[in-house]
């Protein structure tokens, strides 16, 4: 099959929509940041090609005809935009040396907040919300500009191997996963347990964490049953629906 016939099968055009929404409720919740930042998944039984959002649209406004599909090179294999020079290399690195098939990559504020302190990161022995990162959390803590080449991204992709949240000195954070519906709803969980994390550590008050067992334990129960991760993401697209298309290229 060409790139053209797989982008328009019912299966691509699923996957499109999902990233699309995916997107749009990643503006509403206040994840996004102007018109950067990218989320990608990998075409089923494909490991070198990808979807991806693409350049110069804001986030709220894109559908799944904006929808870009390149390979883990970067070059654009079928639809009507370009693409950020930096996803190619964060995004392609990630699916390439990791196998996740989701990759959203952000700058939220709460947890962008956190990669600027010593600890880098989140702490997952805090509140509920953060215990479900138990053990699922990376760090990069060798800020070094902007990723554009592929020694960035692979550094990025290397941090990630085995884990499915990264924390980006100084940066922002990559979550990834198997399917966009987890990944989202653990980008939107990561953010608010940051914003709580934030919040407390405000106040100047000793923090209480709980031990870690007890936190794996809950990461566990979180992780072993995820369907109202399902139920958040259909619900995103009752509340989102798809925009009019956007402008041509």
């Given at each position: 099959?060409?790139?053209?016939?797989?982008?328009?099968?019912?299966?691509?055009?699923?996957?499109?929509?999902?990233?699309?929404?995916?997107?749009?409720?990643?503006a509403h919740h206040g994840l996004s940041e102007g018109v950067c930042n990218h989320f990608s998944v990998l075409l089923p039984g494909a490991g070198d090609r990808y979807l991806i959002n693409p350049r110069g649209l804001h986030w709220s406004e894109i559908?799944?005809?904006?929808?870009?599909?390149?390979?883990?090179?970067?070059?654009?294999?079928?639809?009507?935009?370009?693409?950020?020079?930096?996803?190619?290399?964060?995004?392609?690195?990630?699916?390439?040396?990791?196998?996740?098939?989701?990759?959203?990559?952000?700058?939220?504020?709460?947890?962008?907040?956190?990669?600027?302190?010593?600890?880098?990161?989140?702490?997952?022995?805090?509140?509920?919300?953060?215990?479900?990162?138990?053990?699922?959390?990376?760090?990069?803590?060798?800020?070094?500009?902007?990723?554009?080449?592929?020694?960035?991204?692979?550094?990025?992709?290397?941090?990630?191997?085995?884990?499915?949240?990264?924390?980006?000195?100084?940066?922002?954070?990559?979550?990834?996963?198997?399917?966009?519906?987890?990944?989202?709803?653990?980008?939107?969980?990561?953010?608010?347990?940051?914003?709580?994390?934030?919040?407390?550590?405000?106040?100047?008050?000793?923090?209480?964490?709980?031990?870690?067992?007890?936190?794996?334990?809950?990461?566990?129960?979180?992780?072993?049953?995820?369907?109202?991760?399902?139920?958040?993401?259909?619900?995103?697209?009752?509340?989102?629906?798809?925009?009019?298309?956007?402008?041509?290229?």
């Amino acid at each position: 099959m060409t790139a053209d016939s797989d982008y328009a099968s019912p299966a691509v055009r699923t996957l499109r929509e999902d990233l699309a929404l995916a997107l749009r409720a990643a503006a509403h919740h206040g994840l996004s940041e102007g018109v950067c930042n990218h989320f990608s998944v990998l075409l089923p039984g494909a490991g070198d090609r990808y979807l991806i959002n693409p350049r110069g649209l804001h986030w709220s406004e894109i559908g799944a005809d904006d929808i870009v599909l390149i390979d883990v090179h970067g070059e654009v294999l079928a639809g009507r935009h370009r693409v950020e020079p930096t996803a190619l290399f964060i995004h392609g690195a990630v699916h390439r040396l990791t196998g996740h098939a989701v990759v959203l990559h952000c700058h939220m504020p709460y947890a962008t907040a956190l990669t600027l302190t010593a600890d880098r990161a989140l702490d997952p022995t805090l509140s509920q919300n953060a215990m479900r990162f138990m053990d699922r959390i990376a760090v990069d803590a060798d800020y070094n500009g902007l990723a554009l080449d592929d020694r960035e991204g692979e550094r990025i992709a290397r941090a990630m191997v085995g884990k499915d949240v990264a924390f980006l000195a100084n940066h922002g954070v990559v979550v990834a996963g198997a399917r966009i519906a987890h990944a989202y709803d653990d980008l939107y969980y990561l953010e608010r347990a940051c914003l709580h994390q934030v919040i407390a550590q405000s106040t100047g008050r000793p923090l209480v964490p709980v031990d870690r067992a007890l936190a794996a334990q809950v990461a566990a129960q979180i992780q072993g049953e995820r369907e109202q991760s399902d139920l958040f993401f259909e619900a995103l697209r009752r509340l989102l629906p798809a925009p009019r298309p956007a402008r041509p290229a």
